[in-house]
């Protein structure tokens, strides 16, 4: 199934700010799309997306929601301080 994946904030640093048009096997979440996305960047992009919020579709999603075809996906990084 194919979505559409955009990174914000540093995560857009990192991966760039186009929206990525990325095929995934059928039934997958959100924990296998980061797998893909860690596959093709390599260079420490899984230990990076440990730290990844997540919104689907403008709802907020964690890593076990499941996508369907069209879905999007976009995926950042909170920031906090203290």
Do not use: C, H
Not at 8 to 27: H, L, N, T
Not at 37 to 42: G, P, Q, S, V
């Amino acid at each position: 199934m194919k979505i559409k994946v955009k990174f914000f904030g540093i995560a857009s640093v990192y991966f760039g700010s186009d929206i990525k048009q990325m095929e995934i096997p059928e039934g997958s979440a959100i924990a296998e799309l980061l797998e893909v996305i860690a596959r093709d960047w390599e260079n420490g992009a899984k230990d990076f997306l440990q730290r990844a919020t997540f919104v689907v579709n403008q709802s907020r999603a964690d890593r076990s929601t499941l996508l369907n075809n069209g879905d999007e996906v976009m995926i950042m990084f909170t920031m906090g301080g203290g």
